[in-house]
């Protein structure tokens, strides 16, 4: 049984911000399967609707995975990346309409001339090669240092691809700034036009749809509601899941719940008005990554829940959740003592890890026989 204690506060939305530590594992049993090991640092992973697997290799490789092949070679035609750091080949998803035209998009730290930035790429999958590759996106402006990229991506009902960036550490001042592309979540149409309704149309990035962020290191559209949630990494405490609202300032660095690595207070306020409260924040840190809501039919129970990765804690992670709002978290995995990286939920209603490590898997999750 978990020993967990809960500590809420209500926002104005209604929505409720928790902090809750889980101290004990999930007793639960689940059935574990490596499906591919020898992934250096996997990153991201999208479906197609062959169930093939596309994997992202942080050291700047993309790959394929299938059940009766195994892992594909390295993919010809992927760009350069700047691998220093947290930089590299990053978050990739496949086109709402990959059957007929084959394409994915890519997030990557791109290098450029003073620095890098986070870029989204848009190309097309023929056998083991891309082609006819793009970018689409590149944040703006460039800087000369290897962390807080961001860079999950999701594309909602409407097609819309968003796309999270970091603060890039130095810069976390940007944050309150919405006219440079610094610890927001952008909006774009898929060829890289700017969706007529972004709320900072005429400003100098009209990209951005949220502001106020830290490191955005997960994404997801409810499979139901069709909202868009995001996760990110707080300091030293303070890592946060938001529901997005279009124009919203999520508060980064006026208001936080962790204080900066070497304990010294980056701000000694949790709220202010007009910045939004977290549904859910941790602290400690669990330095999540990687989250999805669960829907399909192998575990009924966890219908609608939000899973998360962590990787500092080393679990899948699991919070109960009533519409809105978060209930019950659980641990699972911890024993493996393995940095889950990302988290998906395969056509077949399995639940799908990457680890992050030099000799990275992929974890196929089944319910326990």
Not at 88 to 96: N, T
Not at 144 to 150: R, V, Y
Not at 223 to 231: F, I, L, N, Q, S
Not at 332 to 348: A, F, H, S, T, W
Request: aromatic share 10%.
């Amino acid at each position: 049984m978990n020993n967990t204690s809960i500590f809420c506060r209500f926002a104005a939305t209604s929505l409720i911000a928790c902090s809750v530590s889980v101290t004990a594992a999930d007793t639960a049993e689940l059935e574990v399967k490596e499906l591919a090991t020898g992934l250096n640092h996997p990153w991201g992973m999208t479906f197609l609707p062959d169930n093939r697997l596309v994997i992202t290799e942080r050291g700047g490789a993309i790959r394929i995975y299938d059940a009766q092949n195994g892992l594909s070679s390295d993919l010809q035609g992927v760009p350069d990346a700047a691998t220093n750091n947290q930089g590299g080949m990053l978050d990739i998803v496949a086109d709402p309409d990959f059957a007929n035209n084959q394409t994915l998009y890519f997030c990557y730290s791109k290098p450029g001339e003073g620095g890098s930035s986070s870029a989204v790429s848009q190309a097309r999958l023929d056998g083991e090669m891309l082609v006819e590759v793009k970018d689409v996106f590149t944040a703006q402006p460039l800087v000369d240092n290897g962390f807080h990229f961001g860079c999950r991506l999701g594309f909602d009902a409407q097609k819309n691809l968003y796309i999270t960036l970091g603060d890039r550490y130095k810069y976390m001042k940007e944050a309150q700034n919405p006219d440079n592309h610094f610890g927001t979540i952008v909006r774009i149409r898929p060829d890289g036009s700017v969706p007529e309704d972004n709320p900072f149309i005429d400003g100098n990035a009209p990209e951005v749809f949220s502001y106020g962020h830290r490191n955005v290191q997960g994404l997801t559209i409810h499979p139901v509601t069709g909202d868009v949630w995001a996760m990110e990494h707080g300091p030293k405490g303070g890592d946060e899941v938001n529901k997005l609202g279009k124009g919203n300032n999520y508060g980064w660095p006026t208001i936080t719940y962790g204080v900066d690595y070497s304990g010294e207070i980056i701000s000694d306020k949790t709220k202010q008005q007009g910045m939004e409260q977290p549904v859910i924040y941790w602290d400690p840190s669990i330095a999540p990554s990687g989250m999805t809501f669960y829907q399909g039919d192998k575990f009924k129970a966890w219908q609608g829940d939000l899973l998360v990765g962590a990787l500092k804690f080393t679990h899948l992670r699991r919070i109960e959740m009533d519409g809105d709002k978060p209930g019950k978290q659980h641990e699972y995995l911890r024993d493996r003592n393995q940095r889950i990286r990302d988290v998906e939920v395969g056509p077949d209603g399995l639940i799908y890890l990457l680890t992050d490590e030099a000799n990275g898997k992929l974890l196929q999750v089944s319910p326990g026989k």
